[in-house]
Each structure stands twice: as C-alpha cells, then as structure tokens.
C-alpha cells in the first residue's frame, strides 16, 4: 500500500529565505508526483508536476525534484514571501491506478 | 474556461438525513475523482468515474455513499443517513485525459453533520 510522508508537518520562516520541503513515498512504481498548494477554506492548485520519468520541474520561485529510486522528492522555494504562505501538499499517481494518494502536508508560514 | 465548480460551497445537515454533492468538470473533461479531507488529515480518493461508468470506487465506503456522473449534468456524491464522523471537506477534480495532466480541483464542499 503506497504511503506518503511530508516532512515537517509546519515549518515557519522569516522573508526572503530558500528553503525546502520533503516527501518520501513507499512505493517506487509512481506515474507521476505533483506538488499542489491548499490555501485555508480553498481548494488545492496545482505547482508541479513530474512525470516518472523526469528528474526535476521549475516554474519561477519553485523547483521539485524527484528520485524515484529512493522514494523522495523535494520542494525548493527561493526567496520566499508572505504570499506563499499555505500548506503544501505532495501526491503520487500509482502505476496502474488513477487515484492520488497524498502526504498530509507541510503548513508553512513565511513571516513579513 | 471556468474551472472545477462544486456546489454547496458549505453544507450543513442533522443526523441522519441525505447529503448531496455536486460537481461540474472543467469543459471538456471527460474524467472526475471525489476525494475527502478529514480534520487534521490527509486528502483520501474515494472514487473515480467517467460519463455514465464508475472506473474505480475503492476508497468509498461500502455502505451509505454512492456516487454518479450521468451522461449530462454534474457529478453527484451522495451520503444517505449521514453521521457526524462524515464531516470533512468533500473536494471533486477532472482531467481531460488519463495521467497526461494534472486533475483540476475544485474548491470543496465542507459538509458538517450536527
């Protein structure tokens, strides 16, 4: 059975910091990962999306690596702000399933 | 394109009475999943539909939940006799395809049972 883990379940910083967030899963045999974010009372948005067979994904502020092999990917936000202030949350499409199994999340809090 | 669109947004209900809950794919969608977030809890998958056939239901509950997406209209999740251990938030997503794109989410419905 595939288990997601996040690490740190909140994690709160000052402005302007890079900083990292991890995900370990259990099972190697993923389709993809995707890193959304949940933001209080709203759903989720979509960040990143790697496909197995990528190592890496940028979009502006944010990079999510992935190794399949041992079972970790991590999120690196730069120069962070108050506006990325959320909880950010980790799933993974299982091979042969169209489910998403997800992490239950890092709350982070950047402080201004 | 408008999103993901659930309805209600909140939904309160008493013991024992029928919850509904809607959810409109993104236009052209063809794929929706209910998902449900307990308190302090992680997203569960509940269940995956096409138009008009259940693909795959293994996170649903055995009794009292059911779901449908009919060959016109929103998807609709139903609990019938609800009780307080179902409040959460309900959430829909869709894609367009399989696995080629991320699902869509929808903003949830958060359901309270009194």
């Known amino acids: 059975k595939q288990e997601v883990t996040q690490i740190p379940a909140a994690l709160s910083v000052p402005e302007g910091e890079n900083l990292v967030l991890n995900c370990s899963f259990t099972?190697?045999?993923?389709?993809?990962l995707q890193w959304f974010r949940q933001d209080p009372g709203k759903g989720l948005t979509s960040l990143l999306l790697?496909?197995?067979?990528?190592r890496e994904q940028t979009s502006g502020r944010l990079n999510a690596s992935l190794d399949k092999s041992s079972g970790r990917s991590t999120l690196y936000i730069a120069a962070s702000q108050p506006g990325d202030s959320a909880t950010y949350l980790c799933a993974v499409a299982e091979g042969g399933s169209e489910k998403l199994v997800f992490g239950k999340g890092t709350k982070l809090t950047v402080n201004p | 394109n408008a999103g993901v669109m659930q309805n209600p947004r909140h939904l309160v209900r008493r013991r024992g009475q029928e919850a509904r809950l809607r959810c409109s794919p993104m236009k052209g969608h063809s794929h929706v999943y209910w998902y449900r977030q307990l308190p302090e809890e992680g997203l569960k998958f509940m269940v995956y539909?096409?138009?008009?056939?259940?693909?795959?239901e293994s996170g649903m509950p055995k009794e009292r939940f059911s779901a449908e997406f009919p060959k016109e209209g929103p998807s609709i999740l139903r609990i019938q006799q609800v009780v307080r251990g179902d409040s959460a938030a309900y959430f829909c997503?869709?894609?367009?395809?399989?696995?080629?794109?991320?699902?869509?989410f929808g903003p949830g419905t958060r359901l309270l049972v009194l």
């Open positions: 099972d190697s045999a993923i389709y993809n």
């Open positions: 790697i496909q197995s067979s990528q």
């Open positions: 997503a869709s894609s367009p395809d399989l696995r080629q794109e991320t699902q869509y």
């Open positions: 539909l096409q138009k008009e056939n259940i693909i795959d």
